[in-house]
């Protein structure tokens, strides 16, 4: 499927018709080789169908949510690819946190662009994922980049949301599952734009808020409230929620800036794949909608 | 939702209106401590459902039909419980293959009861599903233990065969993806057998061919092949295919049997749970029809 000799295939399932694919390639971002995986539905073999991108959380590669998700039926049925980014640079050359911490480094990139040392030779996974990977994607296989949205989990969820409104020319819609709605707010935030950008939320000619959902909607453009449809989805049961997520500051910046979200509580559901697999069918009938 | 307080929960989450729960239990059967998955579906919280149990495959543990197979859908959709065994017993105490083969020992009980040393004290898998499993999950959880079916992939899919064609009174139907059909005639089942059961096909009075499929529909009776319901479906891009599965000759001898049997091969699809998760929604359908 794909063209370019630079893409080396490491994966290929049938799975509902269609294709589950993974890839290796060298990313010039982020002066490392990548894996992304991407479901190519059956229309596909067709012509170019629109494209829905997925932000895993802490911990992940791009092989969570494939396997655990549930979302290629629902790909299938809707004619949607969806491609899947690992979550950090990868590799011997690549930093990692001293301790090896879960929540920073290596699958913790956080989608931001780093700009302190050791991190900014590799740590650029905002400009891999905005403008390389689709680049790249769109070029090699049957993909409509004209119809593109965008989603994902915790630290996903933060790097769909923040991408989208920051692009909102780009992205039909967006929506997330138990996002860090502001890092600027919370511990594995603080900790990760204190090392990868430096400073503190207000120092650094405010360049914390740049990756903050919370302070994206403070300072949101009419076009973009008008235009940008965005769903969430928090589990009422997830152990993350009142340290780390900020639901409901952003319900209520949301309610002061009149950028209507629709942002659903779910009760007894928790931080799990088990929780995304129960509402992906609605993730990607709304993405449909709005991709048609 | 379990009432005995030998059964340890060790798991539990939210899965589309239900629960995925995970506990661990004392076998007298097996003499070690086994690990199971039960997800209870939405109709659960009001009284007895009917029960499907799914085995694993080579090297699976209770999980990974539980996080890969996307069934919960459609188990809260037609109110049926799924429990998911382990594949062998497990433990310190519990003999291994000398070299940790992926095929032997560990991970690979192949759902018979041993009777060879050092493997009898503790594999009796087949004890373990027939048994005491369904007495321990009937008398612990909301389930209507006159309502079985069962189903399984690979080395499972042997099991469930195999299984229900030994207790047709039992169980209203059987699925399978991807079944060794014929052990007798293949690596895995030779090894197997050669090792739990001693001797080989020709010897021990037949005790191999009670743990076959196309020797149990050799000989099954009418009545069996009257009332028992089989669907099984099987990839044709499965690697294992011509050496291990013998899908075909389980065709041929159905046919000589007259034992009307749904089997299917699926152009392009593997041996993977990319397959599994592409007809799950066929096969609990099935089971539900049969159930009711």
């Known amino acids: 499927m794909a063209k370019d000799s630079s893409l080396e295939q490491i994966g ?33 073999d067709k012509g170019p169908v629109p494209v829905l991108y997925w932000l895993s959380g802490l911990t992940c590669t791009d ?41 920073f480094g290596l699958g913790a990139g956080f989608y931001v662009n780093a700009t302190e040392s050791p991190w900014a ?13 689709p680049a790249l994607i769109n070029d090699q296989f049957p993909i409509n980049g004209s119809k593109m949205s965008i989603s994902g989990h915790s630290m996903g969820g933060h790097g769909a949301l923040t991408i989208a409104l920051k692009n909102p020319e780009r992205y039909s819609s ?16 603080q900790k990760a734009l204190g090392r ?23 300072t949101s453009s009419k076009s973009t409230r008008d235009s940008l449809l965005v769903l969430i989805d928090q589990g009422e049961a997830d152990n993350f929620l009142t340290e780390q ?7 209520d910046t949301a309610a002061v800036a009149a950028f209507p979200m629709r942002i659903r509580f779910q009760p007894e559901y928790d931080h799990s794949y088990f929780f995304i697999a129960s509402f992906i069918a609605e993730h990607l009938s709304f993405h449909a909608e709005n991709l048609r």
Chains 1, 2 share one sequence.
């Open 12 to 44: 290929s399932n049938q799975s509902f018709g269609g294709r589950q694919l993974r890839y290796r390639h060298p990313s010039t971002t982020l002066n490392c080789d990548m894996t992304f995986s991407i479901y190519l539905p059956p229309q596909a």
């Open 63 to 103: 092989e969570n949510f494939v396997t655990k998700a549930g979302a290629q039926q629902h790909a299938a049925a809707h004619g949607i690819a969806i491609v899947c980014p690992d979550t950090s640079p990868r590799g011997e050359d690549v930093p990692d946190d001293a301790e090896g911490a879960y929540d």
């Open 121 to 133: 030779n590799h740590y650029k996974m905002y400009d891999y994922i905005v403008d390389e990977l």
């Open 174 to 189: 967006v929506s997330a599952f138990s996002p860090i709605c502001a890092p600027i707010q919370c511990p594995w935030g």
């Open 196 to 218: 990868y950008i430096g400073g503190d939320a207000t120092e650094n000619n405010g360049q914390w808020a740049l990756y903050d959902t919370v302070e994206l909607v403070k």
């Open 245 to 251: 997520l900020n639901t409901q500051l952003l319900i």
